[in-house]
């Protein structure tokens, strides 16, 4: 600054700034009216409209100018219905009934009051304050053993009490620290758990927000600072209706194709055609199972998006339909930024037809990424998004049916890390600046890609991952964590992250398995890919200059045990899809939390460095070097290590053996567990699809039931939405002295490859005498596709197999 310019004496830098912050309220309610089933509350400075959504739900959105707007994001779902509480009005204070709450709000002071009919609090809106420049800021109550959960992908542990986290999507190349309160994704949702009392609050406002469980005690907050505080109370009482109703409410993931299931390997970057074609016939050569390849930005021509580079990929369409053949598929990377370049048609398009990102001034906002200089489509306008969308018939084309969207927070090479914040959007008519919709970019990228993309493939569906997103970014695309590190501190970071975004409407999501950035090695690529052979999304990325981590760069032990887990994942792709079908109708996640299972547990509030695989399949990875055992804790009941079929009690905690090659599992007695055969890639449909039902500890008693219903499909077109799809029920109950295995088909619009449907009880408390209507024949003979029943003496399993469709009970006699 000169010194000799009246700015020597800018009043900032003499006084501070020059408008105090003033904190104003709502005061005193003043009257309040029933608007088309939205109460609106007017007080002496605001006023605010609650809606019921549910028995279990309603929206507080405060409006300040007198202008009711009960529009919301995208994030939110076109609701069916509200409902009307009953209303009451006392000298002190306005209470709404629904049958599952009690929402009080208090005449002098607005604080907001939610109980159940039983008069016990669930939570507290003690106060709302907002400043004259529009940043708003809640205050909740916080008991001592209040518990935290959700806000998608954050670092540090599960249980969010004393932590700090603001949502402004951020590329975070340093390392991802505890420390680190922003990353790519923003979900605005916080759960909060009370002595089994369990309640959500989710904030639509793609704007930067705060959620503060660290700095004041016996409260927590929750800020924006643009745009309106617009709240979604969700009630429980347990955590998995709060999953439910919160992801009823932003939607859940739309049934994947199932390759996208299988093992993804990714480099940035895989550089010519010659090293793919390479890289994919070591795969196959290996036997080590993979559907995909990736292509990071080295394929284009200087980082130009919808281009091939000509020398690196002479022939990408050749390329393309030859690894199909081997059951490969490639997902190229799609990154925002358009290169400044009049030669180049994407660009000047753009230009053309009004497409990119511009200032109030109406010039275009140009910000520097790997193209240089480059434009940035404004997503808000559905036809930007269109034309976009409609791009992507040149990948398409070529035989490609996934998309890879990074930098969509988007990132640009400058010190705000992302476009100005007064870049303007146009929003289909609604102007929003980007500082008030930044956390909406890279879902309306993503989402434009995925139309784009379905549009043009023939009733196939498509594959988008992201790096960024918003709430609601499920239904568009799986997520992975980005920019993590070869370190083991950021393996163990990546189970609470994922099992966070499991809670926070995100199932489809996993970590660069080896980690992105530094160097892994030989211990901690096999213990990634152990754990990550059981994440829903299933990637091997690293990055330029690093040490190289494909599944064979240490040596035949290390690839060996790598290829056994890879594989196990294959084996366990039916009861895989089934969990992800579950996730699409429900919005459970795919990976939980023990916590989420046993919520009346106190030992699993923060457990977090190990998991469940669905509701039955404990997971305890190794994620410290040079260790060959660790803890476990195995909740009430009886659990089956899968390895070596041990029994144990649980409710405690034991020490499980881990050499190298062993990842700790266990089956939780009376589950069920659907595997498929061995595959290399996961839509091989020269494969037989027969399936083997893995019962566990099955006992001839009354008190032994277990339940399991297989949902299969084509696992490639939507033809799933028009009834063709089975659902497979198996029952086995046990009585006195027997058990009974019902098997039936509930839905029956589509008809699997095979002939059989194998059982296998593992370690059953029983040797059944014999099975009615079966034969009991060898163990060879079953193998060889015999109808019968065998025991293996080795151990102690019952093998069955029958005809498909055609048996619908069996009895077997201890
Ligand atoms: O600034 O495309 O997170 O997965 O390999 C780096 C190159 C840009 C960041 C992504 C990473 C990807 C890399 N990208």
């Known amino acids: 600054m000169m010194e000799d310019t009246s700015e020597a004496i800018h009043p900032d830098k003499v006084d501070g700034p020059a408008v105090q912050e003033v904190w104003s309220s709502f005061g005193q309610l003043r009257e309040w009216r029933e608007y088309d089933g939205a109460y609106l509350c007017h007080g002496q400075n605001a006023g605010a409209a609650l809606v019921f959504l549910s028995d279990a739900e309603f929206r507080f959105k405060v409006f300040s100018e007198g202008v009711l707007d009960l529009s919301t994001t995208i994030a939110v779902l076109p609701q069916k219905e509200i409902i009307r509480p009953d209303v009451e009005e006392s000298e002190q204070e306005l209470i709404f009934r629904t ?360 009733g196939r569906r498509p594959f988008v991952l992201t790096r960024a997103g918003y709430s609601g970014i499920q239904r568009y695309a799986a997520i992975w964590t980005g920019d993590n590190r070869s370190f083991w501190e950021h393996m163990a970071m990546a189970m609470p992250m994922i099992l966070n975004m499991g809670l926070s409407g995100l199932p489809f999501a996993g970590p660069d398995i080896g980690g992105f950035a530094h160097h892994t090695s030989d211990q901690l690529l096999v213990r990634w890919t152990q754990m990550g052979a059981f994440f829903p999304y299933c990637r091997n990325h690293s990055a330029i200059g690093t040490i190289r981590q494909e599944p064979w760069s240490f040596g035949e032990q290390v690839e060996d045990i790598i290829r056994e887990y890879i594989s196990l994942r294959y084996r366990w792709m039916p009861h895989l899809y089934n969990l992800f079908y579950e996730s699409s109708r429900t919005g459970m996640p795919i990976l939980r939390p023990v916590l989420l299972e046993y919520p009346r547990d106190p030992k699993v509030t923060n457990l977090c460095d190990q998991f469940l695989l669905g509701p039955d399949v404990m997971i305890a990875p190794v994620y410290r070097p040079d260790t060959d055992c660790r803890t476990v804790y195995l909740p009430e009941g009886i659990w089956h290590d899968y390895w070596t079929g041990e029994k144990h009690e649980g409710g405690r905690h034991i020490l499980a053996p881990a050499p190298l090659d062993v990842m700790p599992m266990y089956i939780r007695a009376g589950a069920i567990i659907a595997e498929g055969e061995l595959r290399q890639y996961a839509a091989d449909h020269r494969a037989d699809d027969v399936v083997t039902f893995h019962i566990y500890g099955a006992e001839a008693k009354s008190s032994f039931q277990a339940e399991y219903t297989l949902y299969e499909d084509d696992g490639e077109t939507f033809a799933h939405e028009n009834g063709k799809y089975s659902r497979l029920h198996i029952r086995v109950s046990g009585e006195e002295g027997a058990l009974a295995l019902s098997i039936r088909y509930m839905d029956d619009g589509y008809q699997a490859q095979r002939e059989h449907l194998r059982f296998t009880l593992r370690q059953p408390a029983f040797t059944p005498a014999g099975i009615d209507q079966l034969e009991r024949i060898t163990l060879d003979e079953l193998a060889a596709g015999q109808i019968g029943w065998s025991l293996d003496d080795s151990s102690g399993d019952i093998l069955i197999q029958i005809p498909d469709r055609q048996l619908e009970q069996l009895i077997l006699r201890a």
Not at 164 to 191: C, F, G, K, Q
Request: glycine share 8%.
């Open 99 to 458: 049958s599952m709450l009690v929402v009080t709000l208090d005449k002098q002071t607005f604080a907001l009051t939610v109980k159940d009919h039983e008069g016990s609090e669930i939570a507290r809106q003690e106060s709302i304050s907002w400043t004259p420049r529009g940043a708003t800021n809640a205050l909740f109550n916080m008991q001592e053993d209040s518990h935290f959960y959700g806000l998608g992908e954050k670092s540090s542990f599960l249980d969010k009490r004393g932590e700090r986290y603001t949502m402004w999507n951020t590329d975070v190349y340093a390392p991802h620290m505890p420390e680190i309160e922003a990353l790519y994704e923003s979900i605005p949702l916080l759960i909060h758990m009370h002595q089994g009392s369990t309640y959500g609050v989710f904030l639509d406002n793609p704007g930067r927000s705060d959620f503060d469980m660290r700095s004041h005690g016996v409260a927590y907050t929750i800020g924006c600072t643009t745009g309106s505080y617009d709240i979604y109370f969700i009630y429980g009482p347990e955590i998995k209706d709060v999953v439910r109703r919160y992801t009823a409410l932003t939607g859940r993931i739309t049934l994947p194709p199932k390759w996208a299931l299988g093992y993804h390997q990714s480099r940035y970057s895989y550089m010519d055609q010659q090293e793919v074609m390479e890289l994919a016939h070591s795969f196959r050569e290996k036997n080590i199972p993979c559907d995909v390849i990736y292509l990071d930005i080295h394929y284009m021509d200087e980082y130009r998006v919808f281009t091939f580079d000509k020398i690196r990929f002479p022939d990408p369409k050749g390329m393309i339909a030859e690894l199909k053949e081997m059951g490969i598929r490639i997902i190229p990377i799609v990154d925002p930024g358009v290169k400044k370049d009049p030669k180049y048609r994407i660009y000047r398009e753009g230009v053309q037809e009004e497409h990119f990102c511009r200032h109030l001034e109406g010039d275009i906002y140009y910000g520097n990424v790997w193209p240089g200089i480059s434009a940035f489509p404004d997503f808000t306008e559905t036809r930007t998004a269109q034309w976009w969308g409609d791009h992507h018939a040149f990948y398409t084309s070529l035989g490609i049916d996934g998309i890879w969207n990074d930098m969509n927070e988007p990132a640009v090479f400058n010190e705000l890390k992302t476009m100005d914040p007064d870049v303007m959007h146009l929003n289909d008519g609604d102007p929003m600046t980007h500082e008030e919709i930044h956390n909406l970019y890279g879902m309306l990228m993503s989402k434009a890609t995925y139309e784009g993309m379905k549009q043009h493939m023939n």
